[in-house]
Nanobody, 120 residues
Framework: QVQLVESGGGLVQAGGSQNLSCVASAPGSSINVLGWYRRTPGNEREWLATVSRSGDANYADSVKGRFTITRAGTGQTVYLQMSSLEPEDTAVYYC??????????????WGQGTQVTVSY
């Protein structure tokens, strides 16, 4: 059973930093890509960043230069270091994984989400 467990959300002041982490568990499967999305009320989920098994990272323009994604350990943990946070970054942040499992194809999975609130 695939599980993605996020941690690290909370309240931070504008201009500050916050770090998120996510541990992915996918027994018998290969976790190809890990990443982060976010959603604000009334909006679609927004892609932020992804990192491959080899460590190649890609970022949305909205967070490039401010957010850093890294993958650690056995490749099942992903971090999102966020800096220069703005009130517009307030959202629920979701961990994401693209996994190849016994179903013999890639599937997308998301965690439950963690709230990040940036105050003025």
């Amino acid at each position: 059973q695939v599980q993605l467990v996020e941690s690290g959300g909370g309240l931070v002041q504008a201009g500050g930093s916050q770090n998120l982490s996510c541990v992915a568990s996918a027994p018998g499967s290969s976790i190809n890509v890990l990443g982060w999305y976010r959603r604000t009320p009334g909006n679609e989920r927004e892609w932020l960043a992804t990192v491959s098994r080899s460590g190649d990272a890609n970022y949305a323009d909205s967070v490039k230069g401010r957010f850093t994604i890294t993958r650690a350990g056995t490749g099942q943990t992903v971090y999102l270091q966020m800096s220069s946070l703005e009130p517009e970054d307030t959202a629920v942040y979701y961990c994401y994984a693209k996994i190849v499992g016994p179903w013999q194809s890639t599937r997308d999975f998301w965690g439950q989400g963690t709230q990040v609130t940036v105050s003025y």
